[in-house]
């Protein structure tokens, strides 16, 4: 991008959009006007080079009440009780200023849900990093996770999971993805189906508008990052996290009044959009003054105002005769109120600024007939080499144990307790299994229920294969979800990936949607929305590709909850499922053997889903004293991990006559590690036979010794420290 | 105290006051009646004991509680308090209590300059306070702290007189009483988690009792230093 260019191609629109958007008016666009289509057809907002692709997802199943498209989906859950939520990307700002970049991708995914009436009642971070030996990588994790505390601990909503992975595909681009979790009665969700009028008034609310963030989703979130990222910064917002929680209160204290016909949050393409959306959706258009729009500082140009990003702003639609109402309860929480304009007939937005008309354009052509690419793809040409370069095939000479604690130190695999207790993970009071749980446990107000949730991406795999990448990210997010007893509902997701113009990232892409698709159809979780980042890659370096997948689960009794860790002497561990001799990229072949190569573990969707119902019914009848996934690290870090949790060692004999670090360390799918009181283990092998799920009796829980049979043996002590120091020791440098 | 005869228990909410709700409910859970009180009001609505809860009041850009302080329901709160009353400051609360002179010293940043959410042990040090009236020093209760500014500190005169007044309520500990710096999560001079002024009546912790009442959600530190508060209140309105 350089000055000489013409100003279309600045802001981000090719020569043949420029070309639509003249057929469109008819006429040449003025600046103001380009401005306000270069931040709508990004690809960030316009979804251009996905869209054809993520029409393909299974959207709609009995409990859906809001699917895609609207700023967070929405769930029934009983009770007249809806849930909303929503997973989306920060990495391109948190890349160039990691605390404010994740602080505001927090407060932006808590005003989304905000805009569809629910209270945030959780968050969760799957967070992608380079490896912590790089000083920059570790000063890109610390600002991250300060970020994240800083602004969710100070709106009262609790943080309860997330991931955290190392990579070298993410040291020049980081991943940063947030979710949020709402609660609202269903029948007071403001969706688009309400009623907007024309003659309504745009309300804005909040902070006044600064220069900060003016053209985010076009210069960072839709191209890649490359020499001179520094001087974006300024196209980086900040964060005011007080004003964020004012900005919770008084929006939902306006929508448990019945004041509102609509509520639009500010995020990406700001006014532009909030507007433009609003306007389109109702099928009606809209006249915006500018001129009373509060201002932080006073010489915004019009195009400025149109399109900042500054933070903690909403926009309601409400009738003339409410406005004193809309008013008073925003000066009770202290937020400053303007009226910016109002809906009218016709379909145009039209924009006045310092006694011009300065934009008139079609509200549909901004926010809904944006172009849509239907991109090259192709298969990249390593991936067959990368592939056939197995490391299940190759000769280990390390000693077991030497592997053993190597896998369980590895970042990746080790405790991130680092991380999570700097985040407030208890506020509200509903937390009922917090961060370092399969999956978290948020129980609704008022009842038994409590929510399941779950983040999951497979970095390795997706790189050695998308589609199953993808769809075992869903089945691991499901089977979290379900070792707690939770039954999975639907999913969110945030679909990471390098820059859609290469046709190896349209493939890897398109490749990523088939395998959430076929995963979510046979486990019956629809796609509720969510959020695709693209342009993840800096010169040479592209991210892997990386969906995560955000799982909503439902247990009827809380009660009933399954936790990871062993509880007591003399129980029966089991394994629920079958290894098989699958190294193909696994933790331990790259901590151990030094390779990302070979193929994933197969995933029989049908044998996944049948370990899942398993588990929940084993939960319904308190059957299981423990469950933990098995998922990086294989058997061996399940035990562990569940010796950790729970404070008391085992003795277990692996099952199978595969070669020990096969048996130990194999990533094969659709496996929990499990334990259960000896006089009820007949009890759980006779669920197992009839669910149609293999089962092996592993060992037995108790005593301080970690024993794992023929092969070695240590403490509870000893692992613990390996696995709660290894992140410490790392950021020690 | 309210018809019902169950004690009414005030909780303060100022802008950027997060844990409000929650100790609404603990009260409720533990038997008492929570009253919302609002920031602006000159009003304590007739509460028999007041909280000041937890959260980042005015977002505590400034020193944390440096703005509360000066809000207007906290002229009722400081005559309430000069009359005797229970007044319990939890986390924000502790640091408004600081900053608005009911108690002294100040908290600052955690010893290692990052937020702590963690579960820790507290040894209860005194029973004369409105959370420990009910408890006997040595007791060990397991709470949660959550905050990036709870280390307590105070000048050396001061602090010399908080010892020995038998001003400290709570103590950082490990799960058998011993004190020591691996059991404190911030640093905290002497291990002070919470304190009490002279009179007794005025008493500000770090943790947080209203997220340790109900056993679904953790463990139950809480439980008995919300029973000692609502006896405490009780015991105000009879006096």
Known sequence: MSASEPLHRQLGLTDDELETIRSTLGRDPNRDELAMYGVMWSEHCSYKSSKVHLRNLPTEGPSVLVGPGQDAGAVDVGDGTAVVFKLESHSHPSAVEPYQGAATGVGGIVRDVISMGARPIALLDPLRFGPLADERNRWLFEGVVAGIGGYGNCIGVPTVGGEVQFADAHTANPTINVMCVGVAPADRLVTADREVHEGSLLVLFGAATGRDGIGGVSVLASSTLGEGAEERRPSVQIGDPFAGKLLIEASLDLVDRDLLEGLQDLGGAGITCAVSESASRAGLGAELDLDAVPLREPDLEAFEILTSESQERMLAIAHPERLGEVRAVCERWGLATAVIGRLVPGGGIRVRFAADTVADVPARSLADDGPVYTRPMAPPADVEDAIGDDPTFATVTTPPDEAFLAVLGSPNVASKRWVWEQYDSIVQGGTVLSPGADAALVRIEGTLKALALSTDGKGRFGALDPYLGAAHAVAEAARNVACTGATPLAITNCLNFGNPERPEVMWQFAQSVRGIADACRAFETPVTGGNVSFYNESGSSAIWPTPVIGMLGLIEDYRLAVRSGFTGNGSWIYLLGETFAELGGSEFAEVVLGSVGGRPPALDLERELRLHRLLIVASRSDLLESAHDCAEGGIAIALAESAIAGGSGFAATLPGDQPGHVGMFSESASRAVVSVAPERATELEDAAAEAGVPFARLGETGGPGVVFDGLFETTVAEIAAVYEDAIPKLLAG | ?239
């Open chain 2, 1 to 239: 105290m309210s018809d019902t005869g169950r004690p009414r228990i005030g909780v303060v909410t100022f802008p950027g006051s997060l844990d409000d709700r929650d100790a609404l409910r603990a009260v409720r859970f533990m038997g008492g009646e929570g009253v919302a009180l609002w920031h602006v009001d000159h009003d304590l609505r007739g509460v028999d004991a007041v909280i000041l809860p937890g959260g980042f009041s005015y977002g505590d850009y400034l020193r944390c509680g440096a703005i509360a302080r000066f809000a207007p329901i906290m002229d009722e709160v400081r005559g309430f308090a000069e009359a005797g009353g229970a007044v319990v400051g939890i986390c924000n609360g502790f640091q408004i209590l600081c900053e608005a002179g009911l108690l002294p010293g100040a908290l600052i940043r955690n010893r290692q300059l990052r937020f702590v959410c963690r579960w820790v042990d507290v040894r209860v040090e005194t029973s004369v306070s409105p959370l420990s009236a009910g408890l006997v020093a040595g007791e060990v209760l397991r709470v949660p702290v959550k905050h990036g500014e709870g280390q307590f500190v105070a000048s050396a005169a001061d602090l010399d007189r908080i010892e020995r007044d038998g001003l400290v309520v709570f103590r950082y500990c490990s799960p058998d009483g011993a004190i020591g710096e691996p059991h404190t999560p911030n640093g905290a001079s002497n291990a002070i988690a919470g304190l009490c002024n002279d009179a007794g009546n005025v008493v500000g912790l770090m943790p947080h009792p209203e997220h340790a009442v109900d056993p679904d959600v953790g463990a139950t530190g809480g439980q008995p230093m919300f029973a000692s508060l609502l006896s405490s209140a009780l015991a105000h309105v009879s006096a």
